[in-house]
């Protein structure tokens, strides 16, 4: 994994960066509601920017 806003990480490193089961990640994944994700090469990658802005969103949307 490199790092930058860019860099790109797998489920796994997605998982563990969001501190949830890989698991939860392919089922917020399957429902639509987990951070943007795409099939890259036949593998599911995430974008750091986009699990940042996904968080921050939860964040958000915890304190209405």
């Known amino acids: ?3 930058g806003p860019y860099s790109l990480m797998l489920i796994e490193e997605a998982a563990e960066f969001l ?3 890989v698991n939860t ?3 917020w994944r ?6 943007k994700s795409a099939r890259v090469g036949g ?3 995430f974008r750091r920017a986009d699990l940042e802005a996904w968080l921050n969103e939860q964040f ?3 304190t209405k």
């Open 1 to 3: 994994m490199t790092t």
């Open 25 to 27: 990640m392919r089922f």
């Open 19 to 21: 501190r949830t089961p």
């Open 43 to 45: 593998r599911i990658m």
């Open 60 to 62: 958000e949307e915890a």
């Open 30 to 35: 399957h429902k639509g509601i987990g951070p």
